[in-house]
């Protein structure tokens, strides 16, 4: 509660500060002020508009983030454990992972048109590479005598995956799923704003294209909100995968 409190302290001075400068030392034209980025943003609740461009950019950060999710931790543990696939591979992924991913989207819109599909492709495409690279690292960094144990003493690759190549790497796999959170979201941001009539990328430049300011803070708020909670859907699933975390935590808490 005490970090709770600090962090609404700080909150509040940081927005107090805002609107005392506002209009006063820096042109509202620049940076508006709280309370009109609270109008606009209250505005958008009222009539709904908000709430129907936030699910649509939801939905294409968090599909996109579950396929290039799934296929990054997929093919991450496949390639960890075929080393010579990987080794004759490797120039390719790091071709691949070397392009800017959104130099990809006037690609996509090519392939996929200007619909929700392409979003969702582009965010799944920036979300796989962060998951796989991450989670290829983990299977490579198991204790190779864990491996060399499990075999002596019978097990096959299914029991070594289960038992010692997943529980090593899962740590590894959860820090690429946080660093994606805010990358899916610029997927799918990033791809509203090349080319689309709706989400929350198409409230930024639709504001933007008018000069409201306001209106570009409010988008970026709700941007904010989305992001922290598919982080907080992430941490959630993180506690639920790796529940002796918590306990250390705890224990260096009671400590």
Do not use: C
């Not at 962090?7 to 927005?15: D, E, G």
């Not at 461009?53 to 390639?79: Q, Y």
């Not at 982080?231 to 959630?236: I, M």
Request: cysteine-free.
């Amino acid at each position: 509660m005490k970090l709770i409190a600090i962090r609404l302290t700080i909150l509040v001075i940081f927005l107090g500060f805002w609107e005392l400068v506002s209009g006063r030392i820096i042109d509202a034209f620049f940076i508006s002020s709280p309370t009109k980025i609270a109008v606009v943003f209250w505005s958008w609740v009222i009539d709904g508009s908000l709430f129907y461009h936030a699910a649509i950019t939801a939905t294409e950060a968090f599909v996109g983030f579950a396929l290039g999710a799934v296929f990054g931790i997929v093919l991450g543990i496949l390639l960890g454990r075929a080393t010579r696939v990987a080794e004759v591979l490797n120039p390719f992924i790091v071709g691949f992972y070397s392009i800017p991913k959104v130099a990809l989207a006037p690609l996509f819109i090519m392939w996929f048109g200007i619909g929700i599909e392409m979003k969702i492709v582009l965010t799944g495409t920036i979300v796989f590479f962060l998951v796989f690279l991450n989670t290829y690292t983990g299977v490579r960094s198991v204790s190779p005598e864990l491996t060399v144990i499990l075999r002596l003493m019978g097990a096959n690759e299914s029991e070594l995956l289960r038992k010692v190549i997943v529980p090593s790497a899962i740590t590894w796999v959860f820090a690429g799923l946080r660093l994606s959170v805010p990358y899916a979201i610029i997927g799918a941001i990033v791809g509203e704003i090349i080319a689309s009539n709706r989400g929350l990328g198409f409230l930024l430049t639709s504001s933007s294209s008018q000069f409201d300011t306001a209106g570009v803070f409010a988008a970026l708020v709700a941007i904010i909100a989305l992001s922290a909670i598919l982080n907080l859907l992430v941490s959630y699933v993180a506690a639920l995968a790796m529940p002796w975390q918590k306990n250390t935590k705890q224990q260096e808490v009671a400590i």
